[in-house]
């Protein structure tokens, strides 16, 4: 099975902290990989180092022939990686569907492009794309809403818009379903089932709800202290000690 | 090029720094506190000097009383006027009075201001602390331009001079002090009061933040507002009391400043835009960097302005602290002494 | 209709109408009658609105779409007059090549300052803006005198060489014209008790703010247009969706610069002089009032704010205490001078007091100006009638 993304050796220091520790990951293509581990592991360090958020002291992350660090994030992005952020990061101001034809636009015209001249309302393939994408996430009665005045759960199915409407060949999740109702929660565990089977997309995704997680994840890597203690299929995951005395060792 | 002309454009420098260095003092305290950019501290410097003048007026208010045993040189009976206070306190101590009209203002201008800091405080800057950085700016813009109208429309548009008392006219000659040629180094009294006044403005600034309680207080809201906040203390009530104290020192400083430039509405316009650059050379919420920036660009202007250098690069004296703001902000975007990431968005 | 939507179409044709009826509009009282003084249509201040309106509209592109509020803008305003002029001076008396130099010549200017300045964000791109801003109108007024004319300004003189006009014979200064129309020349039409004066140079601004006002709603509806709101709503989300903010940010800034030039080339095309305060700090600060009194990220507000101001200035400023007195005249003589004396302050001179109030007024309960404040209550009286 072909590597997606391939993270050697990535560490980082904040002053007395080492948040990562030499920190080694497989990804497959097309696949839903998990990171669990419990709080402070490191984990959204993780991802942030794989956006460009972050500059790692050392290591590499290559994905698709090319190594991200030192990349700006907007170049990270049209390469193929995108992310949705675990504390929504909207543009607040602008209405739902203007949400997701900007990034429907940077997918389609690069990191920058002098297009003032057309109206927006001509832009009738991107908008059907959007249209699609909120419907699959069941938001297309809330086009026109101010993105603002949405309820929590419904910008978190937002930011998932914005990153699946990219057509991304990584999609990086950070606690997709947090703050969402079990029921809404369901619906977007099938969601994005079913873009991974249909689309073939390969998925990092971090994730506290153990239900998501075992529902989804075809592999996963426990992170701990700033390092990935162990890397295997969800069934040898539950019953392994390390994992226990990680999470527990942490609860202490 | 001589020692003396250097120490002369230092001297020079100086009074420009002194008043730069209160005014992007009063700027920071503001900024550091609560976190609103004033655009108004300007006006509060021009308000600072009107005080000087208003002080001025009120200790030369006259009885007319007319001697009809004189003419004037229009052949009218002549009229004595006598200052109120010559008629209190003797006509000695009242001439005095009136000398020292500028250094009795301080006397003035601190209540005046500190009224008019908490007034602008409650009354307005609150409710902009959660609004953004760009509607600060523009509503204490707005407000510097009322301010300067309602002065203009009171005080007329013409500059109105302030003197310094008389025994501060003359210059005091640095030059045979240190075994030069005599009347190669001379510089005005005044300008030495004003450095010295200065000086102290910003030493009783810094004591009061480093010993008092309250400057202790003040000084960790600055570091965590929120923090401080849940400790029950009143945070915002010592902010206020800040901003009426740095609103006293732009006017302190604007009232001491009017024997070297006398007063009009735009006073505080030119320093204004001047202060920022310095506030921002310094580093953002520092109140050390506001005073090193405000005393070297000072100096750094004065020297700037010498015939030499300007042969060498002509206009450069009316550019340099500009440049030396782009400069800074492009390779040091933090100022001289500012701490990292503040104010960056 | 001209690719823009229904409502667009309808609002462009409104300024359509309002611009060319101006000169009628604007003259509502009868000439001699003791309101005569409040007629805004003489050709100087119809222009002003104009050329304003043309700088308020480009302003807005850059700080109500992006965010970015820039204190420099005259600069470029100053920069393009001064091409402005030398185009007229070297060149032909013509007011197009004028017009086209002055907008390059701020394009390039505003290119280099925006580029550096845009490297910094929130405050500190205000005062970088600032300090350039400040730089530039030292260096027209001194050391630059040799292009700038120095402190008494730059203009046309009798011996230019305007060498695409051929020599002149008739032994005055040439005005600035359109293909043989004297930007000067005026129609005055007597109507009844009215004089309606229509001025060739105003309908030459009339038509440059209908184009700049076109291509402005053209780029507020584009995706460029949207991915500008977005720099001001979250420039880093921006960054992690695969956009580069800065030459967005930087292309807002560009035009927007070219449109104080435009701005600055009309107003030499009225009247062939260009002074080094037209680049001050106030002056960048009056566009901000314009903007923000209008209605920030508003099409319509910046002109509108334009004129509000530009009226003031010129109407308010006019009103003195003789003409108070006779608006207060049916008072009782104390309450009439008590009423001079409160009024009076704020008008004639000091019309700035206003002015200011206005602004402060404007920025703590209308965050959205005067376009803001009306939709609004639009919006409110529409929404009651619908339930």
């Known amino acids: 099975m072909a590597v997606a993304l391939e993270v050697k050796g990535v560490n980082k220091r904040f002053g007395g902290l080492q948040a990562l520790n030499d920190v080694n990951l497989l990804v497959d293509e097309g696949r839903i990989h998990a990171i669990i581990g419990p709080n402070g592991a490191g984990k959204s360090t993780l991802l942030n180092t794989f956006i460009g958020r972050l500059k790692p002291d050392s290591g590499s992350v290559m994905f698709d022939g090319k190594n991200l660090i030192g990349k700006l994030p907007h170049q990270i992005n049209q390469i193929g990686v995108s992310r949705v952020f675990q504390t929504p990061e909207i543009f607040a101001d602008l209405s739902v569907i203007e949400n997701v034809m900007i990034p429907a636009l940077a997918h389609r015209d690069g990191i920058f492009e002098l297009n003032a001249w057309k109206p927006m309302r001509k832009e009738t393939n991107i908008r059907q794309k959007a249209i699609d994408v909120l419907e699959d996430l069941g938001m297309e009665d809330k086009l026109e809403m101010t993105a603002s005045s949405m309820s929590r759960g419904d910008k978190r199915r937002l930011e998932m818009a914005m990153g699946l409407v990219q057509e991304p060949k990584l999609l990086l999740l950070d606690e997709p379903t947090a703050g969402m109702s079990r029921a809404d929660t369901n619906n977007t565990i099938e969601v994005l089932k079913h873009i991974g089977d249909s689309r073939g997309l390969t998925m990092i995704i971090i994730e506290h709800d153990m239900h998501v997680v075992f529902s989804l994840a075809q592999k996963i890597s426990v992170l701990a202290q700033g390092t990935v203690i162990v890397e295997d299929a969800p069934e040898n995951i539950k019953g392994n000690p390390k994992v226990q005395e990680a999470y527990l060792g942490g609860a202490h | ?345 | ?387």
């Open chain 3, 1 to 387: 209709m001209l690719g823009l939507s229904r409502n667009d179409f309808l609002m462009l044709l409104l300024v359509l109408f309002l611009v060319a009826a101006a000169p009628i509009l604007l003259n509502p009282f009868p000439e001699g009658s003791s309101l005569a003084q409040f007629n805004a249509g003489y050709p100087d201040l119809m222009q002003r609105f104009l050329i304003f309106g043309i700088f308020a509209v480009g302003f807005n592109i850059l700080f109500g779409l992006t965010g970015y509020l820039s204190f420099g803008h005259a600069a470029f305003l100053g920069a393009g007059s001064y091409a402005g002029v030398w185009m007229l001076k070297l060149l032909t008396i013509n007011v197009i090549p004028a017009i086209l130099m002055s907008t390059i010549v701020a394009g390039v200017f505003s290119l280099l300052i925006g580029y550096i300045s845009l490297r910094r964000s929130g405050i500190y791109f205000s005062i970088l803006t600032l300090a350039f801003a400040q730089m530039s109108f030292a260096l027209a007024s001194s050391v630059l005198q040799p292009i700038t004319g120095g402190e008494t300004g730059l203009q046309t003189n009798l011996n230019d060489p305007r060498i695409l006009d051929g020599a002149n014979t008739s032994g005055n200064i040439p005005a600035p014209s359109l293909f043989g129309f004297e930007m000067r020349e005026s129609i005055q039409v007597p109507m009844g008790d009215w004089l309606w004066t229509f001025n060739v140079g105003y309908y030459v601004c009339a038509f440059v703010l209908l184009i700049a006002f076109y291509i402005a709603i053209r780029i507020f509806r584009s995706p460029f247009g949207m991915m500008l709101k977005a720099v001001k709503s979250n420039n880093e989300r921006l960054s992690y969706t695969g956009i580069n903010p800065r030459p967005y940010t930087l292309a807002a800034f560009v035009i927007s610069g070219m449109y104080a030039g435009l701005a600055g080339g009309l107003m030499v095309a009225m009247d062939p002089l260009a002074g080094s305060e037209r680049m001050q700090w106030t002056a960048s600060g009056e566009v901000v009032l314009m903007t923000i009194l209008g209605g920030v990220g508003t099409v319509l507000g910046p002109v509108i704010g334009a004129g509000i101001i530009k009226y003031f200035e010129n109407i308010f400023s006019k009103i003195n205490d003789n003409m108070l007195q006779s608006w207060f005249a049916f008072m009782p003589d104390g309450l009439e001078s008590f009423m001079v004396a409160v009024v009076h302050p704020f008008v004639g001179k000091g019309w700035h007091l206003s002015l200011g109030l206005m602004f402060m007024l404007a920025i703590i309960f209308l965050p959205g100006g005067l376009i803001g404040g009306i939709d609004s209550v639009y919006r409110r009286i529409f929404k009651k009638r619908a339930q």
């Open chain 2, 1 to 345: 090029m001589e020692l003396s002309a250097i120490l002369l454009q230092v001297l020079n420098g100086l009074d420009k720094g002194s008043a730069y260095a209160l005014i992007a003092l009063g700027l920071t305290l503001i900024f550091g506190t609560l976190g609103v950019v004033n655009f108004a501290h300007g006006a509060l410097f021009m308000i600072g000097a009107f005080c000087a003048v208003t002080t001025q007026r009120l200790l030369s208010i006259s009885t007319i009383t007319i001697d009809e045993t004189k003419t004037d040189f229009l052949g009218k009976p002549l009229q004595i006027k006598t200052p109120i206070v010559e008629s209190w306190f003797g006509e000695s101590v009242g001439q005095a009075l009136i000398d020292w009209s500028v250094p009795l203002a301080i006397l003035l201008t601190i209540p005046v201001m500190l009224i008019i800091g908490f007034v602008m405080e409650r009354g307005l800057i609150k409710h902009f602390y959660k609004r953004p950085h760009s509607d600060q700016i523009l509503v204490t813009f707005g407000l510097a331009i009322v301010l300067q109208e309602l002065i203009k429309a009171y005080f007329g548009a013409n500059q109105i001079p302030a003197p310094a008392p008389s025994v501060f006219i003359g210059s005091f000659d640095f030059g045979a002090l240190i075994g030069m040629d005599a009347g190669k180094l001379l510089y005005p009294y005044w300008r030495i009061v004003y450095f010295c006044f200065a000086l102290l403005i910003i030493g009783l600034v810094f004591a009061f933040l480093q010993f008092t309680t309250f400057g202790m207080v003040v000084r960790a809201g600055m570091a965590d507002r929120e923090t401080v906040g849940l400790l029950g203390i009143d945070i915002d009530k010592r902010f206020t009391i800040m901003f009426g104290i740095a609103a006293a020192v732009a006017g302190l400083a604007g009232v001491m400043y009017t024997p070297i430039n006398s007063p009009s509405y735009t006073f505080g316009t030119d320093f204004l835009v001047i202060s920022f650059v310095v506030v921002v050379v310094g580093g953002m919420g520092s109140l050390g960097g506001a005073v090193l920036a405000g005393f070297v660009l000072g100096i750094l202007e004065s020297f700037a302005s010498m015939r030499q250098v300007i042969e060498f690069i002509p206009g450069i004296n009316q550019v340099v602290i500009y440049l030396v703001a782009i400069v800074i902000l492009l390779v040091r975007p933090r100022g001289l002494l500012g701490r990292k990431g503040v104010m960056e968005s």
